[in-house]
T-cell receptor, first 115, second 115 residues
C-alpha cells in the first residue's frame, strides 16, 4: 500500500512571496507518478503539476515547480510570486505504476495568500 | 472547469430517501471514478469504471450503488444513508489505458448532507 503525508495542515504567505509545501510519500513501486492538485474554496479540484518518477528533471509549470527527491521520497511544491488566487487546499497524490487507477492523496495543506 | 460536470451540486436527504448523483465527462475519457471527500481526511476512492466495467470497489457499503451506462456518464445511487455519509462526493475521469497512468480530472463535486 502506498501512503502520502502532508505535514503542514495550514500555511500562509504574503502576496508576491514564495512558499513551499511539503509532501512525502511511500510506495514499493519503481514506476509511479506524483501530482499536486489545487482545490480553491467551493471550487473544482484542478491539476497543478505532475511528475513521472523515472524523470530526474523537476517539473515546472509557470510559477509552480516541484523539488522531487526520489531517494528521500519527497515531492515538495514551490509557488513563486504568490497571488491571491493561489489561496486553496493543495493535495499531494501518488499513482503507482502497478495500478492505473489508485490515486492516493494526502490530507492536504490549506494555503492562504495574504494581501 | 467544464470538462467534468456533476449534478446536483448540493443535496440534502433523509436517511430513508433514495437519490442519485450524476457525473458527465466531456473529455473523451474512458475511465471514471467516484471519490468521497470528508473534512480532515484524505480523499477516499470509492469506485472505478474503465470502459464501462467496474474495476475497483474499495469496500464501499452497499447503500452506495454505482452505475456507468456509457463512458461519458456515471451515477451514484444512494439509499438508506447514514449521517456519517455526509461529505463532498467527487467524480473524476481519465484516459485508460494510456502509455502509463494518466491524469485524473475532477468535477466540482456534490455536497451531500444526510439528516
Amino acid at each position: 500500500a502506498q501512503t502520502v503525508t502532508q505535514s503542514q495542515p495550514e500555511m500562509s504567505v504574503q502576496e508576491a512571496e514564495t512558499v513551499t509545501l511539503s509532501c512525502t510519500y511511500d510506495t514499493s513501486e519503481n514506476n509511479y507518478y506524483l501530482f499536486w492538485y489545487k482545490q480553491p474554496p467551493s471550487r473544482q479540484m484542478i491539476l497543478v503539476i505532475r511528475q513521472e518518477a523515472y524523470k530526474q528533471q523537476n517539473a515546472t509549470e509557470n510559477r509552480f515547480s516541484v523539488n522531487f527527491q526520489k531517494a528521500a521520497k519527497s515531492f515538495s511544491l514551490k509557488i513563486s510570486d504568490s497571488q491571491l488566487g493561489d489561496t486553496a487546499m493543495y493535495f499531494c497524490a501518488c499513482l503507482s505504476g502497478g495500478s492505473n487507477y489508485k490515486l492516493t492523496f494526502g490530507k492536504g495543506t490549506l494555503l492562504t495568500v495574504n494581501p | 472547469e467544464t470538462g467534468v460536470t456533476q449534478t446536483p451540486r448540493h443535496l440534502v436527504m433523509g436517511m430513508t430517501n433514495k437519490k442519485s448523483l450524476k457525473c458527465e465527462q466531456h473529455l473523451g475519457h474512458n475511465a471514471m471514478y467516484w471519490y468521497k471527500q470528508s473534512a480532515k481526511k484524505p480523499l477516499e476512492l470509492m469506485f472505478v469504471y474503465s470502459l464501462e466495467e467496474r474495476v475497483e470497489n474499495n469496500s464501499v457499503p452497499s447503500r452506495f450503488s454505482p452505475e456507468c451506462p456509457n463512458s461519458s456518464h456515471l451515477f451514484l445511487h444512494l439509499h438508506t444513508l447514514q449521517p456519517e455519509d455526509s461529505a463532498l462526493y467527487l467524480c473524476a475521469s481519465s484516459q485508460d489505458p494510456g502509455p502509463g497512468p494518466d491524469t485524473q480530472y475532477f468535477g466540482p463535486g456534490t455536497r451531500l448532507t444526510v439528516l
